[in-house]
């Protein structure tokens, strides 16, 4: 009969732990579902702001620029308006360039997070209030597979904009490297902080640490927030790195043979 118990027991613990386990792999695929639904509408976004919005606002600029030939100059008012108006529409041009980068960063897919992450920072160059550094060992820094690199550039964003929005900072401090098999990305700022232990879970939303979270453990990794000094916020997020296979460097000229190939 204790036998049996203790037998009865176990089963019972092995399927419970079973069914949790089931439990928390639905959760993970519904919350990669609901990430994946969320870039696809990112890119359905910035093709329609593509296509539609900024062939209609190259026609504008085109007839603008044939009105200015065909009009009299001799009016300066005429003249003023018609460049204000280009100015205008020049300056929508570019706006609607940047948001699409924003939504579908196809640097990141082409060239990998390290570039990525400086031709966001390259952006963020024009607010002359904001000072932005960029420390990473490029070559030690291994291509990911795209999920797990647009989850990181993402994060990366998050932070940032938390930082500027809700930090009253003016220095940025972004570090990228390898740190025992694992992919570290650190961001810090010099702003006001705040206390993370502090903040009830309907709080979090708001400063979007509940999507960090939600991205993180898509890809199995953690974040963990550290007061640097008496200012300022650091944010380190680990993710687990595959051992790097050694891959042949692929020659500048592929269908040119190199000289020991010849030599064969």
Partial sequence: MITFIIYYQKKRLEQEKNLRDVEKNYQRMLLETALNSEE??????????HDDIGTMLSLTK???????????????RSEFTLHKAQSLVEETIIHVRRITRDLVPTTLEQFGLVAAIEEFIHRL????????HFQCDTEHIPRLSPRVELALYRIMQELVNNAIKHANCDEIEIDLHLDKGKLELQVTDNGKG????GLEPS??????LR???????????????????IRGLRARVQIPVEAERPIKPEPLHPFRKSPADRSV
């Fill in 40 to 49: 696809a509408e990112r890119r359905r976004i910035a093709q329609d702001l």
């Fill in 211 to 229: 999507n960090i979270e939600s991205r993180l453990s898509v890809i199995n990794g953690a974040v963990n927030y550290q007061k640097p000094g």
């Fill in 62 to 76: 085109l007839s603008l620029n044939q009105l200015h030939k065909n009009m009299n100059k001799e009016d300066p």
């Fill in 194 to 197: 705040f206390d993370v232990k």
């Fill in 125 to 132: 160059s024009d607010n002359v209030s904001l000072t932005v």
């Fill in 203 to 208: 709080q979090q939303e708001g400063l979007g």
